[in-house]
């Protein structure tokens, strides 16, 4: 397939990159500086600027663009660019499908949204039915997965990946933990009772690769592994595998502290279960938190 992605120097889409085109794909990347190779090309989403060949060109559309969650301390401004880093490449991408010819339109667009939709479930489990919670980052999954309906309402597939969080030791949820793990500090994050919705690195990128081929899949996807666990066995866990204690918890109020507005979301119970994938048969590699949390630290 020839398929034309942004977000492509993150977490996920610099993997997701190597994996596409190790399976033979053509991936031309959309960056917003000036190309420095051949399959690069530039645009400014926050302008709404895109040559509409490109997308004319494409099989299908992934986007994964938008200012990491969990990099920078939350303030105002910070808030501003995770929902504007979101929506306006979004945007960008949807309307520019929706404006050409239908017989020049992708087949699909797979567009990044989180489980951050859902916000805070209890012990309550969700699936892809379950309505839009309360919180930022609920407000801003609204408004995220609700720019992609230009595409959708011009017939094109789309798919709303919502991503829990993927495991591996070089970002995400995991390697801000690994140092004071190792160094025996470790320990759960407030009560410990709020849901972690996990999956592992090559599950992700599997997911990512089954829903650009299945043309029957459509619409929001949890991106998950099937078993969730609390913040408390998560961390249980960690410690096991790197045989190390886990005794040293922080509390809520240390992380308000170093966290800002951030904190209120580490400490939010989300228990998703992937209804949509296990209907669509996709199979796991990593089913459980141990094999997960094994292939992240030595793959």
Same mark, same amino acid.
């Given at each position: 397939?020839? /398929?034309?992605?942004?977000?492509?120097?993150?977490?996920?889409?610099?993997?997701?990159?190597?994996?596409?085109?190790?399976?033979?794909?053509?991936?031309?990347?959309?960056?917003?500086?000036? @190309? #420095?190779?051949?399959?690069? #090309?530039?645009?400014? &989403?926050?302008?709404?600027?895109?040559?509409?060949?490109?997308?004319?060109?494409?099989?299908?559309? =992934?986007?994964?663009?938008?200012?990491?969650?969990?990099?920078? #301390?939350?303030?105002?401004?910070?808030?501003? +660019?995770?929902?504007?880093?979101?929506?306006?490449?979004?945007?960008?991408?949807? /309307?520019? %499908?929706?404006?050409?010819?239908?017989?020049? #339109?992708?087949?699909?667009?797979?567009?990044?949204?989180?489980?951050?939709?859902?916000?805070?479930?209890?012990?309550?489990?969700?699936?892809?039915?379950?309505?839009?919670?309360?919180?930022?980052?609920?407000?801003?999954?609204?408004?995220? *997965?609700?720019?992609?309906?230009?595409?959708?309402?011009?017939? =094109?597939?789309?798919?709303?990946?919502?991503?829990?969080?993927?495991?591996?030791?070089?970002?995400?949820?995991?390697? &801000?933990?690994?140092?004071?793990?190792?160094?025996?500090?470790?320990?759960?994050?407030?009560?410990?009772?709020?849901?972690? &919705?996990? %999956?592992?690195?090559?599950?992700?990128?599997?997911?990512?690769?089954?829903?650009?081929? !299945?043309?029957? =899949?459509?619409?929001?996807?949890?991106?998950?592994?099937? $078993?969730? =666990?609390?913040?408390?066995?998560?961390? !249980?866990?960690?410690?096991?595998?790197?045989?190390?204690?886990? /005794?040293?918890?922080? &509390?809520?109020?240390?992380?308000?502290?170093? +966290?800002?507005?951030?904190?209120?979301?580490? +400490?939010?119970?989300? !228990?998703?279960?992937?209804?949509?994938?296990?209907?669509?048969?996709?199979?796991?590699?990593?089913?459980?938190? @141990?094999?997960?949390?094994?292939? $992240?630290?030595? *793959?």
């Amino acid at each position: 397939m020839r /398929i034309l992605m942004a977000g492509v120097s993150g977490f996920l889409g610099t993997r997701l990159v190597d994996r596409l085109t190790g399976d033979g794909h053509q991936v031309t990347r959309l960056v917003r500086r000036a @190309p #420095r190779t051949p399959d690069e #090309r530039q645009w400014n &989403p926050s302008a709404a600027q895109l040559d509409p060949q490109l997308v004319a060109d494409a099989d299908a559309v =992934v986007n994964l663009a938008g200012a990491g969650v969990g990099d920078k #301390r939350w303030n105002d401004d910070y808030k501003k +660019l995770i929902r504007t880093s979101r929506v306006d490449s979004t945007t960008t991408l949807a /309307i520019t %499908i929706a404006g050409l010819p239908a017989s020049d #339109r992708p087949a699909a667009l797979l567009n990044s949204s989180a489980v951050g939709w859902y916000g805070n479930t209890g012990d309550r489990t969700v699936e892809e039915d379950s309505p839009a919670g309360e919180g930022f980052l609920a407000d801003v999954c609204r408004v995220w *997965e609700a720019a992609t309906r230009p595409a959708e309402d011009a017939g =094109v597939r789309v798919v709303r990946l919502r991503t829990g969080l993927p495991l591996h030791r070089d970002g995400g949820l995991l390697k &801000p933990q690994l140092l004071p793990f190792r160094l025996g500090v470790g320990g759960k994050l407030g009560s410990g009772r709020q849901w972690l &919705p996990w %999956i592992s690195m090559r599950d992700w990128l599997d997911a990512a690769a089954f829903l650009l081929a !299945r043309d029957d =899949v459509a619409g929001p996807v949890n991106v998950v592994g099937p $078993a969730p =666990v609390t913040n408390a066995e998560f961390t !249980r866990e960690l410690a096991r595998q790197l045989h190390r204690p886990a /005794i040293m918890p922080i &509390p809520a109020l240390a992380l308000k502290v170093a +966290l800002g507005g951030f904190a209120h979301e580490a +400490l939010t119970s989300t !228990r998703v279960l992937p209804g949509v994938l296990g209907k669509a048969g996709f199979g796991w590699t990593h089913p459980d938190l @141990p094999g997960a949390l094994h292939a $992240a630290l030595t *793959e």
